[in-house]
């Protein structure tokens, strides 16, 4: 049984880590976030021109590390000099981490070096045989269970379909437009793959964020996770409508509201025994 399935939520997922307070998607933001009673860690990753997935939000490494390089077009082992302090930038305008000596991290280190931690990993620019690839690490690494993966487009969620996999799966753009728009009815007999829709509260002039829309995809046995949230009166709000999960830079201020959010106790009886909350 995976994660997903064997954990009661709603979910406090830390979005690329705890990196309102350290720089994202790095070791360190990831261990802060559980420390701060994260249940998942959001991650994207990318492949490197050999193969290596590291993770990364942007297919470049110019906000991050201030090098103007594509990851797809660069080996590893150069990717693996780039400096991931460098794109922190704190309330006074510096740059702490800058020349600390954060890398960015293979998936394959963070699943060994973080082993009890889920991971939501979006798959942003993934070929056939990348996807493939990842598909083939996780079943290697014994982590697949713990990871969700997830994708904006439509093609690598079919690419990991095709591919053989198994595990549970986000919902595409195009799948949370048809969640929408198409009457529950229809929705019965054709049912967007996925098991989570993870969304923002509002997409353009959609409202995302009502009872209906999330009634709605219950009904059909897709959970509801919205991203980005990092006001504690937005997060308590999407709890009480109902959301599954909420997704946040900032796990030090959200997580103070799943200690008082009535919907919350399930998560406040696992880290009470992880002892991460008081």
Known sequence: MDFWARTPGPLLYAHRGASAELPENTLPAFRRALELGADVLECDVHATRDGVFVISHDPTGLRTCG??????????????????????????????????????????????????????VDVKEATVAEVRALVALLDTVRARDRVLLTSFSARVIGRLRRAGDRGITGISRLGV???????????????????????????????????????????????????????????????????????????????PVFERSPRTEAWRARHRRSGTTS
């Not at 794109?87 to 963070?110: I, N």
């Not at 009872?211 to 504690?232: E, L």
Request: net charge negative.
């Open 177 to 255: 437009a048809s969640l929408y728009f198409a009457p529950a009815r229809l929705l019965s007999l054709f049912r967007p793959a996925g098991a989570r829709a993870q969304i923002p509260t509002r997409a353009g002039g959609l409202d995302l964020a009502t009872p209906g829309f999330v009634r709605k995809c219950h009904r059909v046995g897709i959970a509801v996770d919205y991203w980005v949230i990092n006001d504690p009166e937005g997060a308590a709000r999407l709890l009480d409508l109902g959301a599954d999960g909420i997704m946040t830079d900032d796990p030090c201020a959200i997580a």
């Open 67 to 120: 090098v103007p390089r594509r990851i797809a077009e660069c080996s590893y082992r150069e990717v693996a000099t780039w400096d991931a302090g460098f794109g922190f930038v704190d309330a006074e305008g510096r740059r702490p981490y800058a020349g600390s000596g954060l890398r960015l991290v293979r998936l394959e280190a963070a699943l060994e070096e973080l082993p009890e931690a889920a991971f939501n």
